[in-house]
């Protein structure tokens, strides 16, 4: 999962795949929102990915995220003094509190590029809540 987050315009993009147990593609989200800042775009993609995986029924997840400082914070638990994005938190909080496995992961940037061109090019259309992408694009 990955988000991005382009000041000029004041947009959020976020963009993630599902893999299966065996590397093989099995769907992928983008989707871009008006507002935020690059932490939010961050938290969003984590939120967006969470909620995707457990509505196409995965119930053991590896997330992978090249944001570091927001995986050490929900892994540590101290995503309760970030005031300002405290509702996105709760909410991956909650994500994370449903009946399933996650494992929160630091990938380097360059491992999550694939991530990365989905939640770029979440920005091609208008503003969507999600889009489910069901084969790989050639970019991928």
Request: proline content about 5%; glycine content about 10%; charged content about 20%.
């Amino acid at each position: 999962m990955d988000g991005t987050f382009l000041e000029d315009e004041n947009l959020m993009g976020s963009g993630g795949l599902l893999w299966g147990h065996r590397g093989n593609w099995v769907k992928g989200f983008m989707s871009h929102t008006p507002g935020g800042n690059p932490f939010a775009s961050e938290a969003r993609a984590l939120r967006d990915g969470m909620r995707f995986a457990w509505d196409h029924g995965t119930r053991n997840l590896l997330c992978e995220s090249d944001y570091k400082g927001l995986i050490d914070i929900i892994n540590s638990g101290s995503w309760r003094n970030h005031s300002s994005n405290i509702e996105l938190l709760q909410e991956v909080q909650n994500l994370l509190d449903l009946r399933w496995q996650v494992f929160l992961s630091w990938v380097p940037k360059e491992n999550n590029k694939d991530a990365d061109w989905m939640a770029r090019d979440s920005y091609s259309g208008p503003p969507v809540v999600l889009t489910t992408i069901n084969s790989p694009t050639p970019e991928l």
